[in-house]
Each structure stands twice: as C-alpha cells, then as structure tokens.
C-alpha cells in the first residue's frame, strides 16, 4: 500500500537529515530544517488518507496526532516548535516505522 510506504519512506528520510547533528545544529540549518518539517507534512497527509480500518488495526501509533503535527507544520509554519519537531524525530518515527514495517507485512500476506 502506498499511503504505508510513504510512511516509512519519509520518516526514513527525515532520521537521516538529523544523523550526526546536534539540535542545535539541526535548529541552525535551514535546509535540513525544511526537509524534515516537509517529511513530517508528507508523513501526516499519507496518514490523513490511511482508511480508518488500518488506523483501527494499528492503533498502538496515534494516528490523530500524526495528521495534528501535519496541520500545525503548514498552517502555523513561521510558529513552528523546532524543539517539538527535533523530539518528533528522536522519538516517534522509529516506533512509527516499525509498526508500518508490520503493516505492509499483514499487508503482503492477506
């Protein structure tokens, strides 16, 4: 499913353009500051479209929260939290990708 791919995809991307910088560097650097903010849109819009049966089945991520921080980032860019955005990174997206690992499993099998 396309929707899970994009998922992981960007959230792949998003842990590599903060890998082996610090926040403070991250919070400095434009460029990597826009290719995360924009993973994190990207990431929330493919959630936005999940069909509520897989959000129901996969309901160990918070899925409300995920297309939350999409609005928040393109409707509120210039009041972004780069504090929240760096945490995000840090914490959810690899708990994120693992269980969207899963999810195209099941997903291949049935």
């Known amino acids: 499913m396309i929707i899970c ?3 992981w995809t960007n959230a792949e991307k998003a842990e590599r353009f903060v890998e082996s910088v610090t926040q403070d560097d991250f919070q400095a650097n434009d460029e990597k500051v826009y290719a995360v903010v924009h993973a994190l849109q990207t990431i929330g819009e493919a959630a936005r479209h ?3 049966s897989l959000r129901q089945r996969y309901a160990d991520v ?3 929260d ?3 921080m999409r609005d928040i980032v393109i409707h509120e860019y210039f009041g972004v939290d780069l504090d929240i955005i760096w945490r995000t990174v840090q914490k959810d997206l690899t708990p ?3 269980v969207v690992t899963k999810m195209l499993s099941d997903l291949a099998e049935e």
């Open 62 to 64: 918070d899925w409300d």
């Open 50 to 52: 999940l069909p509520q």
């Open 5 to 7: 791919w994009t998922c």
């Open 96 to 98: 994120l990708k693992s």
């Open 66 to 68: 995920i297309v939350g």
